[in-house]
């Protein structure tokens, strides 16, 4: 037997779809030799489908065996190409649309379907979408779970708030625009906290301003307020997050990373250390961040020492020779803080301007 039978049949009796899922058969030009059509039998013996190339596996196999033994297929078969084969002739078998609860049988292979297959399957039921959707054999695209969830609302279903909760932050993620401005401040404020740390900016952006909508009638107990905004943060822009440190409520540093990083990056040493408070302590942790290291570049030196973890890589100013070589960093509440070397150089060089003018 060649090694690559004996590879196959290994593939086969491990049982291991991890393994078997990156395993190609090897293709030929061969049409269904011998009147070798795959059958129920065919298919229910031990050595299937290792005995077929692909290409024979696709001329033996027919749409209709395909529809009468899918509930076998879809577990026998680990090979991308052999499962991606199944699909296509499956849409072939059904060119109408693949009925429901064909499609929920597929659950064991569905994540290999291209787009162009989950547009032909029949998706009704929130109970059909919940299933595909879970990952028990493997991830979704962005694009596979936008075509599974516009299938489901081009059913007639409603975009509300059990079809949110079904699909969740990484979901909703996948709405366009327009699909996102759909949703209700309402079923918004009773979905509940989501990720949405996959959404592009300008989605993040729509949905914060969708979220403070919302909950704006907490606005009075600013704890709760802010709680209930944290998930949405990632869009919020500079001022909202200074309101936010006026108002004294603090972060965690893994929800500081979600703002959005054009932010983060204007936030001064004094506003970092009261926007995370006690968790301060928590920053040199995340030093290795390259949104941290460069918050961290873009701040004086003098600043990071007031903050007392030992962050090292901030700006350094040289002074004038007529300045004292020392570094004092005061925080001003509410204004940032100020360098009070840079403020009397300035001072100074404007008095000996003044004063060389008068000369002249």
């Known amino acids: 037997m060649q090694v690559e039978e004996q590879e196959k049949i290994a593939c086969l009796l491990q049982d291991n779809r991890e393994i078997c899922s990156h395993f190609r058969v090897k293709r030929d030009t061969s049409s269904c030799e011998n009147n070798n059509y795959i059958t129920a039998a ?37 090979m991308i190409n052999l499962q991606q084969m199944i699909l296509d002739k499956l849409d072939e078998a059904y060119p109408y649309g693949v009925p429901e609860d064909q499609v929920l049988v597929l659950q064991p292979i569905a994540t290999v379907a291209s787009v162009k297959n989950i547009n032909n399957w029949n998706i009704t039921k929130l109970s059909t979408l919940e299933a595909l ?24 279903n409603p975009l509300d708030l059990n079809l949110l909760q079904a699909i969740g932050g990484p979901g909703i993620c996948t709405f366009n625009i327009n699909l996102l401005s759909n949703i209700s401040e309402e079923i918004l404020r009773d979905l509940g906290p989501i990720n949405i740390s996959t959404c592009s900016l300008d989605k993040k952006q729509l949905l914060y301003a969708k979220a403070k909508l919302a909950f704006m009638g907490e606005r009075n107990n600013t704890k709760q307020y802010y709680s209930d905004l944290t998930n949405y943060l990632g869009g919020a822009p500079l001022e909202d997050i200074k309101g936010l440190i006026n108002d004294n409520f603090t972060l965690d540093m893994p929800t500081l990373l979600t703002l959005d990083p054009n932010v983060l990056l ?64 005061i925080p001003v509440t509410g204004r940032g803080s100020v360098n009070l070397p840079e403020v009397l150089a300035t001072i100074l060089t404007a008095l000996l301007m003044a004063s060389w003018q008068t000369f002249m």
């Open 133 to 156: 959707l879970n990952t028990s054999y493997g991830s979704w695209t962005a694009n596979q779970t936008a075509a599974l969830i516009a299938r489901y609302l081009g059913a007639g």
């Open 266 to 329: 204007q936030l001064s040493a004094l506003d970092v250390k009261r926007i995370l408070g006690d968790k301060i302590v928590t920053l040199p942790q995340y030093e290795s961040n390259p949104i941290v290291q460069q918050w961290i570049d873009n701040q004086p030196q003098s600043a990071l020492a007031f903050l007392n973890l030992n962050l090292t890589g901030g700006l350094v100013y040289n002074n004038p020779p007529w300045v004292f070589n020392f570094s004092i960093y």
């Open 42 to 78: 065919v298919i229910n013996s031990s050595l299937f489908p290792i005995t077929y190339t692909s290409s024979q596996f696709d001329a033996c196999l027919s749409n209709q065996t395909v529809k009468e033994n899918l509930q076998i297929l879809v577990y026998k078969i680990y």
